[in-house]
């Protein structure tokens, strides 16, 4: 409507629109022309660079020590954002106990494993079956009812989950606790008035609500993780992608084009990652105002929500009849 | 215990023993509040309130802001703990074994024994409180299908019928958020009715309504009143308590003033008080 040349008439709405030109904007001319010579710039150095050694990246990308180094990265992810995310839920609960050793020691265990880097605990629980040889079920100072070797029980697989898990758990603690502050405390009113227990007021009421504000952090999260399992050499865990990689690079004395492949295939996991993060704020996100899941992009008014439901009769008198 | 100097409450009842805690009290109490002080820190915002209310009877406390009406209907589903004095449903301590411990101390129930207890009370906030991550019907199906055990299909069937009931049988399977603030407040009715409540308590439930909307959720509360509910409700809306309310209570900086039938409260004011508050809500 606003498109036509010539004058508009006034239209069956009885007014005529603005017909506007846009103001001059030279610097979005100029930014953009700079930053897009620097993108081509960066383009024909990654393409014409024969350091990079395309050749080499694309003979190795689906190698079958990479490929099951993805599988090795993806798995560890996966079990110790699960663990972290279980040891996180149960701190965070303890956090807000009203007992007071629960609560002191889920302080004591964010304290601990959030302060000391990651690459030392990896380290330490590589170690664990040296400074625990044996785990005994039993009275204290009294008789031994079962007892385990570690050695059987905590492979470098494991060490590494419960190691990668432990300290995730810790910071996803305090994400999982602001997030449960998040909700409103009416709504805990609300189900204790209808004689809900603490229990399913918390399962059934507030995490639901929690996880809306609780899943863009954990995907940040769940990111992080995906990287941070290349630390797990320090177990020493050696089937990673970043092992398998150095490993062939090693063999070949070539490294930059295995630091590649690598990186492509980081990458490739942190796209599906940010889908599955996508669907679940989307769940998560159900109910609420702003981007109900039916329109998808964009926020809304309370009113416009309504509006769209088409909840608010024609006729503004009461729509109880009784 | 200040003795229970006014009129009789509700002509059909005439007016129980003066000495509530002599029980049994009358079987048709179903509420009694016997001497409650509340104090928050050094803010004393109850001090020694008593009131009965019968079964069937809807009891109307109003108040300037802050005299303590909504801490006091508050205290009735244990919200709140008083300080001193007690609650009775249905003539059951509340919160409380129903008799003290040999050392004079009183033993504290667990928070599943509240839980019980609270569950027979229906309770609507002033703001709404629904559950924004369940649909209408999710809202009104979680209590009977988590308190009660009731099963899935039960718990839908009841809760369409009460939807229907409170005008909202299409709006099922909105959101909260789609749905206007009396459409709320009716689904939160609707919530509480859902657990089978002996009594409802209501915090203000127009309050904070759009005013061409407050006239379709008093509809619903009148129904109720009508079909027998006992009912506490906290309200300014004075044409609602002299048409619904038995007694009106009138609460002035954390003790009731007054109370009687409307005709006594609202029309014939004793204290300036009263005639004060009155002359700026009417």
């Known amino acids: 409507m606003s498109t036509t040349q010539t004058p508009a008439p006034a239209d069956a709405q009885g007014y005529t629109p603005i017909r506007a030109k846009a103001a001059p904007r030279p610097g979005t001319w100029i930014s953009a022309a700079i930053t897009a010579l620097l993108v081509l710039g960066l383009i024909s150095f990654l393409v014409t660079n024969p350091v990079l050694e395309w050749g080499t990246v694309a ?3 689906f190698d079958i020590k990479v490929v099951q180094g993805v599988g090795w990265t993806l798995l560890l992810t996966v079990l110790s954002m699960v663990l972290g995310t279980v040891v996180a839920l149960t701190a965070a609960v303890m956090r807000r106990s009203d007992n007071p050793v629960l609560r002191g020691v889920s302080w004591a265990y964010i304290f601990v494993f959030r302060g000391i880097p990651v690459y030392t605990q990896l380290v330490f629980w590589g170690l664990f079956t040296v400074i625990v040889p044996k785990l005994v079920i039993g009275v204290p100072f009294g008789p031994e009812l079962l007892s385990f070797s570690t050695r059987d029980l905590l492979t470098a697989f494991w060490a590494a989950v419960i190691g990668l898990g432990l300290n995730e758990g810790a910071y996803l603690a305090e994400i999982i ?3 449960l502050n998040s909700v409103d405390k009416g709504q805990t009113e609300a189900s204790k008035a209808l004689g809900m227990s603490n229990g399913q007021i918390l399962r059934r009421i507030i995490v639901p609500q929690a996880m809306r504000v609780i899943v863009p952090p954990l995907g940040n999260e769940t990111i992080g993780m995906l990287k941070t399992t290349s630390l ?4 020493p865990f050696t089937l990673d992608l970043t092992f398998a990689t150095n490993g062939i690079a090693n063999k070949l004395f070539t490294p930059i084009p295995l630091l590649i492949v690598a990186a ?7 796209s599906v990652l940010m889908v599955g993060q996508h669907f679940l704020e989307k769940h998560f996100g159900r109910g609420f105002d702003d981007r109900t899941p039916a329109t998808g992009r964009g ?6 929500a309504v509006n769209r439901a088409g909840t608010t009769p024609h006729d503004p008198l009461p729509e109880v009849e009784l | 215990m200040t003795p229970e100097s006014q009129n009789p409450q509700h002509p059909q009842n005439p007016q129980h023993p003066a000495e509530p805690s002599a029980a049994p009290a009358s079987s048709t109490a179903v509420i009694q509040v016997e001497g409650v002080h509340k104090s928050f820190g050094d803010l004393h915002v109850l001090k020694d ?8 009877e809807v009891a109307v406390l109003v108040g300037p802001s802050g005299s303590g009406k909504s801490t006091l209907l508050r205290c009735i589903n244990q919200l709140e703990e008083p300080t001193a004095g007690r609650v009775l449903i249905d003539g059951v301590v509340q919160g409380y074994d129903s008799d003290p411990l040999p050392d004079g101390r009183w033993q504290k129930l667990t928070s599943a024994q509240i839980a019980a207890q609270r569950s027979r009370i229906g309770m609507v906030f002033q703001r709404f409180h629904l559950f924004p991550h369940l649909t209408a019907l999710g809202n009104v199906m979680e209590a009977p299908v988590q308190v009660r055990g009731l099963p899935k299909a039960a718990a839908e069937k009841k809760a369409r019928a009460l939807l229907e009931r409170v005008g909202l049988a299409d ?4 959101y909260p958020s789609e749905l206007s603030g009396g459409q709320q407040q009716r689904v939160a009715i609707a919530r509480a009715l859902a657990m089978d409540p002996e009594l409802m308590l209501f915090d203000e439930p127009t309050s904070a309504l759009d005013p061409e909307l407050v006239s379709e959720v008093l509809t619903v509360l009148k129904d ?7 009912m506490v409700v906290v309200t300014h809306e004075m044409g609602f308590a002299r048409e619904v309310a038995d007694q009106v209570v009138f609460m002035d900086e954390g003790r009731i003033l007054e109370r009687g039938t409307p005709e006594q409260v609202i029309d014939h004011p004793e204290s300036e008080r009263l005639k004060g508050f009155l002359a700026s809500v009417l």
């Open chain 2, 171 to 174: 709006r099922a399977d909105h």
């Open chain 1, 299 to 304: 926020t809304r008014s309370r009113q416009a």
């Open chain 1, 264 to 270: 492509l295939w980081y990458l490739a996991i942190t």
């Open chain 2, 49 to 56: 309130c008593d009131l009965t209310v019968r079964s069937g």
């Open chain 1, 177 to 179: 606790r602001s997030g």
């Open chain 2, 224 to 230: 109720l009143a009508a079909d027998g509910m006992t």
């Open chain 1, 59 to 61: 003979t190795y990308l």
């Open chain 1, 232 to 235: 797990v050499l320090a177990v």
